[in-house]
Structure formats: structure tokens, C-alpha cells
DNA sequence: GTACGTGCAAAGAATTTGCAGCCAG
DNA sequence: CTGGCTGCAAATTCTTTGCACGTAC
């Protein structure tokens, strides 16, 4: 899970040539951003990241750094846990549950299932600590949305 | 998955007695609240439900409609599905992987697993809508908060 | 050299809080 | 009656944007 240190030449050649491929230029700032993103496991924020990278680069404004992580989930280097100005939502549904989401409008609908209820925890997971539930999450896009990307192109 | 009409005023007394219970006061307001998030499938956001109660109570205040949220998610009658205040968190590991959550601090670990990956899907999500990828994720304590409770207690 | 990137400061959006009057118990 | 609840407005927190200068290509 953790990248080997010798790895790390690999995924710079990686970012260098889709940096490269989207015409965007490499720049100081954008090559440390992207190794303290790599160098943890932790799905830091923005300003956890903006404080490691400071330790390299003092001059760096977190405003770069909010720009520099939305770049690199728009080009498919890095992936973010939940999208910009996402909002709280509530459920009513008190019951053991799970959803569909869909990526494109946000709906998101319930479903149960007493199979994924009792999802056999693996080993990994064991050894980060003591589960209580298991949530499955199916991501897609609803009806409506592929309606619309069809009749669009 | 929708209750049924006649299911709402079994609803009710369970909300009322709840309340009386944590020893907080029934309000016209509270009541309005509670009826539109049982009403909808849809896992509205505080907006949402500020604008179908204010059909209802014209006068009522966008913060009112937060701070009874945040009290019936406290007292367990409905759940948000994402805490209050959570930032955005950038995620490196591009491949297919799921998550272990420590609802306490918030710590997130990656695992991967083969068999989540090519979970089965239901015949409800079907009829949501085309899935793309299964997502699991395991909640509960990580070692260092369980650790911390027993300590405390 | 030129267009893209950066840092600064200020704006924006979602959520929270302080306070004074109001109403359920 | 009285303490908890509400509505108002202003504060906070996280994230985004406009602009002038700097730098990669």
C-alpha cells in the first residue's frame, strides 16, 4: 500500500508525462505538492499538505495548493474523498442500509441488504482497528444522467 | 424503502417520546423538521428541507433547521452522511481500493480486495442505475481511539 | 517573449454562534 | 413562570477568485 522508496522515480516520470501530455507546465510547486501527496497514507486535506510542502517550499501560498490538488484530480493523478462545496445531507433511514450514488447529480438512494450487512471483515482491516459496520457504496450514474449524456453527444 | 402514509404516526410518537426522553421540548418547528426528512428518499441537504418546511412555517430560519438536524442526529433519529465541518481529503492511491474509517478521528486507511471489487450488484441498484465500481467501507474504531476510551472510562 | 502559474488579498459558500424576545411544560 | 427554543444578524471555517508579477517552455 505504502510506495517503496525506489518507486517514487517511476511515479515522477508518470506525473511528468501527463503534466506533460496536458500541456501544463512543471513547475517546483506542482512537483512537491504531488511527493507529499504520494509520501503519506493518510488522505491528507489541503492544509496538511500545505504545511509539508511549506517545510520545502516556505513561499508557498495554500491557495497554490488548493489549485495544484484540484489540477491533479482533474487530470487522474490523485482522486478526492469528497467533492468541493459538498454539503451535509441527512437520512432518515435508521435502519442498516447501503446506496447508490450517482457521480454525475449526487442522488444518492438506499438499498438493504443483509448480505453486505454481514461482510467478512479481512485481515487488513482487523489490524486497523475494531469495526462496527460495513457500508457498501455502488457508484454509477442514475437513468436520468445517462438519458442526458446520450441525448448530449 | 418509502414508508407508507399510515407508517408516519408510528413515526411520531417514537420522535415525541424520544424527545421527552433527552428532556428537550416539542416544537411546531421540530415536528415540521422531522416530517419533511421522513417524507423524502432523497437525503436532502439543510437547504432543502429549510425550503419544503417553510411551505408549512414561513417564518422559519435557515439556522433553525441546522440546529434541529444537528439535535436529531445527536438523539439517533436520523444520520448525516457526512460530519459537520469534514474538509476535503486528496487521495494518491489511483487504483481499485476501499476504506477502513475511524468515526472517532477520522482516520482513513486504504485496503484492496479482489472480491469487493467485483461485488455482485442488486437488482435494486439496477434499477437506480448503471453501476461503475463497488465501493466498501468498513467503519468503527481505530486502535488508538478504542485505546483512549478505556482509558477514559 | 509569452502564456501559464503563483502569491496575495479579498470574495463566496456552508455552517455556527450570541443575543433578546417567545412559548412549551 | 421560566428555561429552553427561535429568529435575526454577524462570525467562522473552508474553499475559490481577481489581479499583477514571475518563470517555464
Same mark, same amino acid.
Given at each position: ?6 518507486? /517514487? =522515480?517511476?511515479?515522477?516520470?508518470? /506525473?511528468? *508525462?501527463v503534466? &506533460?501530455?496536458?500541456?501544463? &507546465?512543471? @513547475? ?23 504545511? =509539508? ?18 489540477? +491533479? @484530480?482533474?487530470? !487522474? ?10 454539503? %451535509?445531507?441527512?437520512? #432518515?433511514?435508521m435502519?442498516?442500509?447501503?446506496? +447508490?450514488?450517482?457521480?454525475? $447529480? =449526487? %442522488?444518492?438512494?438506499? +438499498?438493504?441488504?443483509? *448480505? +453486505?450487512?454481514?461482510?467478512?471483515i479481512?485481515?487488513?482491516?482487523? #489490524?486497523? !482497528? ?7 457504496? /455502488?457508484? !454509477?450514474? $442514475?437513468?436520468?444522467?445517462? *438519458? &442526458? &449524456?446520450?441525448? !448530449? @453527444?
Amino acid at each position: 500500500m505504502e510506495p517503496h522508496p525506489d518507486e /517514487f =522515480g517511476q511515479q515522477v516520470s508518470h /506525473f511528468q *508525462e501527463v503534466l &506533460k501530455r496536458a500541456g501544463v &507546465k512543471q @513547475t517546483h510547486q506542482r512537483l512537491e505538492i504531488f511527493r507529499e501527496v504520494m509520501q503519506t497514507v493518510e488522505h491528507p486535506d489541503a492544509e496538511t499538505v500545505y504545511r =509539508g510542502v511549506r517545510q520545502r517550499i516556505p513561499t508557498i501560498s495554500l491557495d497554490t495548493v488548493y489549485r495544484t490538488l484540484m489540477l +491533479f @484530480t482533474d487530470l !487522474g493523478l490523485i482522486s478526492s474523498l469528497k467533492t468541493s462545496h459538498e454539503r %451535509m445531507r441527512f437520512d #432518515a433511514n435508521m435502519h442498516a442500509h447501503h446506496h +447508490f450514488v450517482c457521480t454525475e $447529480c =449526487g %442522488m444518492i438512494r438506499d +438499498f438493504s441488504s443483509p *448480505e +453486505f450487512d454481514a461482510l467478512a471483515i479481512p485481515d487488513a482491516v482487523r #489490524a486497523f !482497528g475494531s469495526t462496527v459496520q460495513a457500508h457498501v457504496e /455502488f457508484r !454509477g450514474l $442514475c437513468w436520468h444522467c445517462l *438519458e &442526458k &449524456k446520450q441525448h !448530449g @453527444t
